[in-house]
């Protein structure tokens, strides 16, 4: 089956810059499939960071555009978040996906393969 493992979380204070990694393996195109970033913090629902496709075309959610950029290495079937000048309230658990659509989306329900995250905690 399709397994997302994602590494690189961590404690980093404010300002501060964590690259997250996602390794894909299974029966899959990875180079032919969207991926994406979710976060979750205690006692919010899951919430959609950035999307990349399989073209390299990305798109971010607002709070993360200019800090946050989403790449990868279909050579490597992993996708990256590179997280720069965070802030606490990135503060999360951070999740890869497999997106089932073509087309950038961000409803949790439009990704069918998860990871089992990472954590990312930022100090003030």
């Known amino acids: 089956q399709v397994q997302l493992v994602e590494s690189g979380g961590g404690l980093v204070q404010a300002g501060g810059s964590l690259r997250l990694s996602c390794v894909a393996s299974?029966?899959?195109?990875?180079?032919?499939?969207?991926m994406g970033w979710f976060r979750q913090s205690p006692e919010k629902e899951r919430e959609f960071v950035a999307h990349?496709?399989?073209?390299?075309?990305?798109y971010y959610t607002n709070s993360v555009k200019g800090r946050f950029i989403i790449s990868r290495d279909n050579a490597k079937n992993t996708v990256y978040l590179e997280m720069n000048n965070l802030k606490p309230e990135d503060t999360a658990v951070y999740y890869c996906a497999r997106s089932t659509t073509t087309v950038a989306t961000t409803p949790a329900k439009n990704y069918d393969s998860w990871g089992q995250g990472t954590q990312v905690t930022v100090s003030a």
């Open positions: 299974g029966p899959f195109s990875f180079s032919g499939t969207g």
């Open positions: 990349i496709g399989r073209y390299g075309n990305t």
